[in-house]
């Protein structure tokens, strides 16, 4: 259970809160900024064979539409992604939904990049790895923050992701362009989310506990343990074998 959130290019720190400035998860919902695009996907075609095939899906969906705005693929080698990476997270930012299939593992950086840019993620995988993801971090709200689609389902589909994500940011497929000023109540609830829980993920950019963003996913990590050490539910559930939990003292039965 003790899965660690990637570390992402997003960081912060509370005393940039201090001076005014407002964390990049939580912008959209404070009104501080407006996606541009519907969706954007940057990434190579590489990965597992099962990627492979989400990712030429994306590509081939976003290829039909007649307006940019409506889906952005920068796609590439492996090499030329990384190498415009300073462009990357701009264009999450401006995202309303990130694209974040599988590469060579189903869990990915750019799954993190995403929820720490306010950029609503798409993630393709099924529900029972969906729930076991990051158990300290993002059980409990994640599931209202993410577009969850099966792969299978996805790769069998006719619609294309363009018309399944315009129906969930604006309740209809009719859209010619795209307005990121008129978010539908569903999708404001996703990036009412992550504005409260993304920090979750965030990794501080210094040691000076003034300085360090209350409860990320340190914090998380360091409560866990914390609970762990003296409790025996919490040490086998976060480190699954008991053996190392026996000589603790439960005042309960384990669930």
């Given at each position: 259970h003790?899965?660690?959130?990637?570390?992402?290019?997003?960081?912060?720190?509370?005393?940039?809160?201090?001076d005014?400035?407002i964390?990049?998860?939580?912008?959209?919902?404070?009104g501080?900024?407006?996606?541009?695009?519907?969706?954007?996907?940057?990434?190579?075609?590489?990965?597992s064979?099962?990627a492979?095939?989400?990712?030429?899906?994306?590509?081939?969906?976003c290829?039909?539409?007649s307006?940019?705005?409506?889906?952005?693929?920068?796609?590439?080698?492996?090499?030329d992604?990384?190498?415009?990476?300073?462009d990357?997270?701009?264009?999450?930012m401006?995202?309303?939904?990130?694209?974040?299939p599988?590469?060579?593992?189903?869990?990915r950086?750019?799954?993190?990049?995403?929820?720490?840019?306010?950029?609503v993620?798409?993630?393709?995988?099924?529900?029972t790895?969906?729930?076991?993801l990051?158990?300290?971090?993002?059980r409990?709200?994640?599931?209202?923050?993410?577009?969850?689609?099966?792969?299978?389902?996805?790769?069998?589909?006719?619609?294309?992701?363009?018309?399944?994500l315009?129906?969930?940011?604006?309740?209809?497929?009719?859209?010619?362009?795209?307005?990121?000023r008129h978010?539908?109540?569903?999708?404001?609830?996703?990036?009412?989310a992550?504005?409260d829980n993304?920090?979750?993920?965030?990794?501080s950019?210094?040691?000076q506990?003034?300085?360090?963003?209350?409860?990320?996913?340190?914090?998380?990590?360091?409560?866990a343990?914390?609970?762990a050490?003296?409790?025996?539910?919490?040490?086998?559930?976060?480190?699954?074998?008991?053996?190392?939990?026996?000589?603790?003292?439960?005042?309960e039965?384990?669930?």
């Open positions: 003790l899965q660690l959130p990637f570390l992402s290019n997003v960081r912060w720190s509370a005393a940039w809160t201090r005014g400035a964390p990049p998860w939580q912008r959209p919902w404070a501080a900024s407006h996606p541009q695009l519907l969706a954007s996907f940057a990434g190579s075609m590489q990965g064979p099962l492979q095939h989400i990712r030429t899906r994306i590509r081939d969906d290829a039909t539409v307006n940019a705005s409506l889906c952005t693929v920068r796609s590439g080698t492996k090499g992604v990384l190498s415009g990476l300073k990357l997270l701009p264009l999450k401006r995202s309303a939904f990130c694209l974040e599988p590469g060579m593992a189903t869990v950086k750019g799954m993190v990049d995403a929820i720490l840019s306010g950029c993620p798409v993630f393709f995988i099924d529900k790895q969906f729930d076991l990051w158990p300290l971090h993002f409990g709200w994640g599931a209202k923050a993410v577009v969850r689609l099966d792969p299978a389902e996805y790769l069998s589909s006719a619609a294309t992701i363009t018309n399944r315009l129906r969930v940011f604006t309740d209809s497929r009719e859209v010619p362009y795209f307005n990121g978010p539908s109540v569903a999708y404001r609830r996703m990036q009412l992550l504005h993304a920090h979750k993920f965030v990794y950019v210094d040691g506990p003034q300085n360090q963003v209350h409860g990320d996913a340190s914090h998380v990590v360091l409560h343990l914390q609970r050490a003296t409790d025996e539910c919490s040490c086998k559930w976060l480190l699954v074998r008991s053996w190392r939990c026996d000589a603790l003292g439960s005042s039965a384990c669930a």
